[in-house]
């Protein structure tokens, strides 16, 4: 794990994706490995928390899941929004992306899964949970999260915190055509008055 990385307690891992930041699906089998973008994720159950994301059936990292049962869900910075366009817009069927992209990866501590930390604001390894039927009939994933890590610098302590000085960890929404917004403008609701 690089400096900033900590561990966040599985029943807050939730909280990375919740607010819908676009995401880094890493995947390997044998000895491929491959990186997309995805727009389409999102908790699903509380304990254990599983996530659903779309992974569509055309791509190398399906087949990368479906042939290994694991995946990472990396949550890109805005420092690496021209990463996450380029990794979403090619196939790594044409060429290892981690290597054109000069990436390096860790390893996930449950899985083994590749996991990309430089210019990520945290990942969450997760485990492929086999559902036949969707599987054939939709691109939708499950998967039981096994294992979090945040960069403590932009969430600790199970909080985001989204300021000035971590502009470059925020994460990334993506409205379509390459054209994305970033998290910020983080305010606190006033508690609900009885
Ligand atoms: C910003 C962005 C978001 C994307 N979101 C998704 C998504 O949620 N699900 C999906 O299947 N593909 C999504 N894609 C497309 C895949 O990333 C793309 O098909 C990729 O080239 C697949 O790579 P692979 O064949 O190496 O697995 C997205 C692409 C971009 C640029």
């Known amino acids: 794990m690089t400096p900033h990385f900590q ?23 044998g000895a491929a490995r491959n990186i997309m973008a995805a727009a389409w994720s999102m908790p699903v159950e509380f304990t254990p928390p599983r996530i659903a994301v779309v992974i569509d059936k055309q791509t190398w990292t399906r087949e990368l899941v479906m042939a290994s049962g694991a995946f990472g869900l990396c949550v ?5 929004t021209d990463l996450t366009y380029a990794v979403g817009s090619a196939s790594g069927r044409a060429g290892d992306k981690f290597a054109q992209h000069g990436l390096t990866p860790t390893r996930g501590p449950v899985l083994g899964v ?7 604001a945290a990942w969450l390894e997760c485990r492929l ?12 994933c499950f998967a039981e999260v096994v294992a979090a890590a945040a960069d403590a610098r932009i969430f ?3 909080h985001w915190s989204f300021r000035e000085d971590n502009a470059a960890l ?25």
């Open 156 to 158: 600790a302590d199970g």
């Open 129 to 140: 949970i086999p559902e036949p039927h969707t599987e054939r009939a939709y691109d939708t």
């Open 114 to 120: 590749p996991l990309l930390e430089d210019g990520c």
């Open 76 to 80: 890109p910075g805005a420092a690496l």
């Open 7 to 29: 561990p966040v307690a599985l029943h807050h891992a939730s909280r990375l994706i919740n607010h819908g930041p676009t995401v880094l699906v890493t995947s390997a089998h």
């Open 170 to 194: 925020q994460t990334i929404h993506h409205l379509g055509a390459g054209n994305f917004v970033r998290a910020g403008g983080m305010w606190r609701a006033q508690p609900p008055t009885a």
